[in-house]
């Protein structure tokens, strides 16, 4: 068999601008309002003895959100928020996802919560077996990934100044990317480079895609106060 060289690069660059501000309307309730631009700049190039890829895309991404916090009783604080995405490129993407929790002290040392909300990710960490993870984002080939949160937890103060946490959650996912191994074979290349490689300097069939879920419970004990603090989860 053939022994390729290969060499890879992977970058991603990222400047961003953001604000926030708080408002207290009453005792018991306040606004949040934030917003945030980001420019960025990501690179993969790979070379081999037979052909090259050489992908370099600019985005912009903007975002910005707007949540309530209101205790309409003493021991009961509900949020309820909104935000907007604007991802733009070779394709533009424009999401709302919706978010709520709620939180209820039973008593001075206890309390629950519960959390819900939809997520939309643009910059996506590809991972490889046996190879360095790949970062790529959503352009004209590849939507936006999208998860569903929904999250129940219980917490409780214990002697020496530590709390206990445990979470129960169940998060589905649309739009889950993976390399193609086998993309040589499924891809033609767009064109030739100045040595005569050919050259795939375009993103399509370089990922599978898929939906998912995953569910589980989460334990965390987290001391932070006194001489000594952390957490182990």
Do not use: C
């Amino acid at each position: 068999p053939k022994i390729q060289n290969v060499s890879e690069f992977n970058d991603i660059s990222d400047f961003s601008l953001k604000g926030s501000l708080e408002y207290y309307i009453l005792n018991n309730l306040n606004l949040k309002f934030g917003l945030e631009n980001k420019f960025i700049k990501s690179t993969y190039r790979q070379t081999w003895d037979d052909g090259l890829v050489d992908i370099t895309e600019t985005r912009n991404h903007f975002n910005s959100y707007l949540s309530a916090i209101w205790r309409p009783v003493q021991d009961l604080e509900l949020e309820s928020g909104l935000r907007f995405d604007s991802f733009t490129g070779k394709k533009d993407f424009h999401n709302y996802s919706p978010r709520f929790s709620a939180k209820y002290r039973i008593n001075s040392i206890s309390s629950v919560k519960f959390a819900t909300g939809i997520y939309y990710q643009y910059l996506n960490r590809i991972p490889r077996a046996f190879f360095n993870a790949i970062w790529t984002s959503a352009d004209d080939y590849y939507d936006e990934s999208r998860s569903i949160h929904y999250i129940l937890g219980y917490q409780r103060e214990l002697p020496g100044a530590v709390s206990l946490e445990t979470d129960v959650y169940y998060k589905e996912y649309n739009n889950i990317h993976q390399f193609n191994q086998n993309f040589l074979a499924d891809v033609t290349p767009t064109g030739h480079s100045s040595t005569g490689k050919p050259l795939f300097n375009s993103t399509r069939d370089l990922f599978s895609t898929g939906n998912g879920e995953s569910y589980g419970v989460e334990f965390m004990l987290k001391k932070e106060t006194g001489i000594i603090d952390g957490w182990i989860a």
